[in-house]
């Protein structure tokens, strides 16, 4: 089968289309043929894989792979088709569409995952573009709004509200009950606002930290503030919830976990299928819209990633693969 492989770290080109072996699976797994995936901020922070790109160097570098990538198939999301089960498999067959994470490797024509893993049915209503566009950005901000304690009433800014996590964290605080303010540049403002948002604030006109509004959450999505700066915007007992963090911040949640009423709150995301059922049923519901920006054939990978580094994509970044025999 082809692939999307990464054998060293560094810009897009190193991405190459290549002929790998096909996944064999076992008992308990399923064989997708994937239509679509993502390339997500994360990708391309493995693919740079410097000191700039990963949080936690050396730490991060050693789990990744310190000279290249340990696993050189990157990629966490899908959408695909199941195309062989085994022989214990009661939950899919073949012929299923189905959507999920894949930790790391979904650059593939096919992959495997057992099935009591991270995926769960595509409705028809959703094309393989959106499923493949919900796991890393809708699941990730699902968790850190939980992480944030976020209830009904509550006044949350979303900082970072035009990315993945951003476009999903509007949405969902909207859904549970939030009054939302969202950051954005003059761009994205519409966008932001088309997603529900009831405050829009343009950062490149405006510091939120002057407007003198206190919030109950302050949910940086992409790791552009910082505690000391927006403190003073929270409301006492209010949670300032990371996406992006190093080891400042952690000495922060610990910090702040025994000390003072304000927190800050961060963590990793995990591949969860219920949050993945809870997200398809809001979109099914037209409760939750999926932001695509640009959709790229698989063969223009690098022009992808060379996108998505620039760090200023609108939602979600897919890449399909072409018609297959
Ligand atoms: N901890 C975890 O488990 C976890 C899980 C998932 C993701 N993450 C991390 O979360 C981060 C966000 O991911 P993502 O995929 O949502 O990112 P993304 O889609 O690449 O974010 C792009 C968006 O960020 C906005 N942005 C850029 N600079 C900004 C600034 N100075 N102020 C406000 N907005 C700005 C851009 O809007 P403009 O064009 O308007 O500037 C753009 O719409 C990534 O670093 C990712 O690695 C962490």
Redesign the pocket.
């Known amino acids: 089968m082809k692939a999307v492989v990464c054998e060293r770290y560094g810009a897009p080109d190193v991405l190459q289309l290549k002929e790998v072996e096909k996944p064999v699976i076992a008992d308990n797994e399923v064989l997708i043929k994937v239509h679509a995936t993502t390339v ?3 990708d391309a ?1 493995i693919r740079r894989g410097t000191r700039e790109s990963l949080p936690f160097w050396p730490i991060s570098k050693m789990a990744i792979g310190f000279h290249k990538p340990r696993k050189p198939i990157l990629g966490m999301d899908f959408a695909g088709e199941i195309v062989e089960v085994g022989n214990e498999v009661k939950r899919f067959k073949i012929g299923d569409h189905v959507f999920g994470f894949c930790g790391q490797g979904t650059y593939a024509e096919y992959i495997r995952l057992f099935e009591e893993g991270p995926l769960t049915h595509k409705p028809p209503s959703m094309t393989f573009e959106e499923a493949a566009s919900i796991p ?2 809708g699941c ?1 901000a699902l968790d850190f709004l939980r992480k944030g304690k976020i209830t009904s009433g509550q006044n949350v800014l979303i ?2 509200a ?5 476009t999903y964290a509007v949405q969902l605080a909207k859904y549970f009950g939030a009054d939302v303010t969202a ?3 003059s ?2 403002v519409e966008l932001v606002k088309s997603l529900g948002a009831d405050a829009v604030i343009d ?1 490149t006109k405006e510091d939120f930290v002057e407007r003198g509004e206190r919030y109950d959450i302050i949910f940086d ?4 503030t910082t505690f000391s700066r927006v403190k003073d915007a929270l409301k006492q007992n209010g949670l300032y919830v990371l ?2 963090f190093h080891y400042r911040e952690i000495f922060q949640m610990i910090w702040t976990s025994k000390i003072g009423s304000k927190k800050v709150i961060g ?3 995990d591949e969860n299928v219920d949050d993945l059922r809870f997200l398809k049923k809001l979109i099914e519901k037209g409760k939750l819209k999926v932001v695509i920006d640009r959709c790229y054939p698989i063969h223009q990978i690098a022009e992808a990633h060379e996108y ?1 580094e620039q ?4 939602g979600n970044v897919v890449m399909k693969w072409e018609e297959r025999s």
């Open positions: 997500s901020s994360g922070r890393f950005g990730s900082y970072g035009s990315g993945s996590l951003g950051v954005c540049s761009t994205n950062y999505t992409v790791g552009k996406a992006v963590g990793i995301t998505v760090g200023h994509k609108k």
